[in-house]
């Protein structure tokens, strides 16, 4: 909070230009409260001149605070971060209807300044309109002919979990990071699938590349960065954004040079890749236009397409599966279960996908460990895209949007021990696994995650794979009901830096 403070007071001695930004706030915060009043928009906490609702928020976990804030103003309301107005969207039942029902109405996705700033609305991930759309679509049609939820795919990820299991063999049950082999291993999926074939977990570029990912993610979500995105034009000085656009541009020379490599070894109907078809798909459409920038299928495109795919397709995998060994290490009566139901039913053989029907309880320990780590509790901000009317209040076109993952995920009246790590919520009275409607970590509606398939492949097979090779267990000295819980700042909620030791059961 004392960096809060120290902002604020620079925000003031900034006299010239914090005048003009002081009485456009208050344009902006009477225009809206005299809105309010009418009961045309979602109400909540009564924001201050400038600073909006930021002495309310925890920047270090948001997520928390608008949680909290739903439980007071209801599943929609408004809150202002600086003085830009976003509507929350809280609990399941509201964020479902909204993602889904009013799909096309909820399903823009809003710029904060650091994404502007970075991907300059090119790419998949952080962009719009007819372009986004067509992009979004070649993704994932591409993704389905190399494989992604089929078994292609499958025997990809097989193959990167024997590398795993070699590297994490090498500590021999020695206490290891368990972020750079864990982040590597995802990143080589994405890589088979993006550039047609996997990296050596020691190649230089390819630990850059990962490194530069997850520092990005990791940095986007904290303090410094939140307040930059309110107030740009004041803190485009902070320390952590220079950090992530040199990232950008270290990690646009590389995916660059793959590319380069990749267009000089192009075999026209034979892609082995994303990045090939990509690749052929614009020489066509030049073909036709005569014009590069005639189509969405742009240079540029492909660069931040590439980026986006393997940032979200390595960080949140990865997390996910940091959370599940620690949770194992931390719950070894729970990991003892895993691993007898591993050995009924698989026994020695290969794991694969088709076992995961015969394997309730180990399902439901995966599921019970993406609703816990959250990985994305705020999801990734939208935009509405016209004036809608939603549960009796009035949203303006263009309203910055946070659907509360972590509302959903916690919902209280969906989860009978929503704090806990309880794999019975995915169990039915028999030991069945059931599927649970307020199960979202992959959000809903048209920016649903486009890997959901491959990722819930990777956590399955990975995890498996993993838990029929090795006891997860604390360094020597470590209890396991010591072991921290808590995330750490970031974008995304990984584990705090932490060791586990991997001890072979063979």
Not at 220 to 248: C, D, E, T
Request: glycine share 6%.
């Amino acid at each position: 909070m004392g960096f809060i403070w120290d902002f604020v007071f620079f925000l003031f001695s900034t006299t010239v230009l914090g005048a003009a930004v002081l009485l456009l706030s208050f344009y902006v915060f009477f225009f809206n409260l005299i809105n309010i009043q009418k009961g045309q928009e979602p109400p909540g906490p009564r924001p201050l001149p400038l600073l909006g609702n930021l002495l309310q928020l925890d920047l270090k976990k948001p997520h928390q605070s608008l949680y909290e804030l739903s439980k007071k103003y209801g599943s929609v309301f408004t809150v202002y971060f600086g003085i830009q107005k976003v509507v929350v969207l809280a609990g399941y039942k509201t964020v479902k209807e909204a993602l889904v029902n009013y799909a096309e109405e909820f399903g823009d996705r809003d710029m904060p300044p650091i994404v502007e700033d970075s991907n300059r609305g090119h790419g998949i991930l952080f962009a719009n309109g007819d372009t986004w759309k067509e992009l979004r679509r070649f993704a994932l049609s591409t993704l389905r002919d190399f494989g992604m939820g089929k078994r292609i795919a499958e025997s990809k990820i097989l193959d990167e979990c024997d590398h795993l299991i070699e590297v994490l063999e090498n500590h021999q049950g020695k206490p290891f990071d368990t972020l750079p082999p864990l982040t590597r291993a995802t990143a080589n999926v994405v890589s088979s699938l993006v550039y047609g074939s996997r990296f050596e977990y020691n190649d230089s570029r390819f630990k850059n590349l990962v490194a530069h990912a997850h520092q990005t993610i990791r940095l986007s979500g904290s303090p410094s960065i939140q307040l930059y995105n309110m107030f740009p034009r004041l803190a485009s000085w902070v320390k952590n954004r220079h950090l992530i656009l040199r990232n950008y541009d270290l990690t646009v020379s590389d995916v660059k040079d793959l590319v380069k490599h990749l267009k000089e070894t192009l075999v026209p109907h034979s892609c082995r890749g994303l990045v090939d078809c990509f690749l052929i798909r614009k020489q066509k459409e030049v073909k036709k236009t005569e014009n590069e920038q005639d189509t969405p299928f742009t240079e540029e495109n492909l660069m931040f397409t590439v980026t986006n795919l393997f940032a979200a397709g390595t960080d949140t995998t990865a997390a996910t599966l940091r959370w599940a060994l620690l949770l194992m290490a931390k719950y070894p009566q729970i990991q003892d279960k895993v691993q007898e139901e591993l050995s009924r039913v698989v026994g020695n053989r290969q794991v694969q996908v088709d076992d995961r029907k015969n394997l309730p309880y180990i399902d439901a320990v995966i599921h019970e460990t993406q609703r816990l780590a959250n990985i994305l509790p705020m999801s990734i901000p939208h935009k509405t895209s016209r004036d809608v009317t939603f549960q009796g209040f009035f949203i303006k076109k263009d309203t910055s949007v946070f659907p509360l993952l972590t509302s959903v995920l916690f919902d209280e009246s969906k989860w009978e021990s929503p704090y806990m790590f309880n794999p019975s919520h995915f169990l039915d009275a028999e030991g069945k696994f059931i599927l649970r409607d307020a199960f979202l970590p992959f959000s809903a509606g048209r920016r649903a995650c486009l890997g959901e398939g491959l990722a819930k492949m990777e956590l399955f097979l990975f995890f498996t794979c993993l838990l029929q090779r090795f006891r997860f267990t604390p360094p020597a000295g470590v209890l396991p009901s010591e072991l921290d819980l808590t995330p750490a700042v970031g974008f995304t909620l990984n584990p705090l830096p932490h060791e586990l030791c991997a001890v072979n059961r063979q």
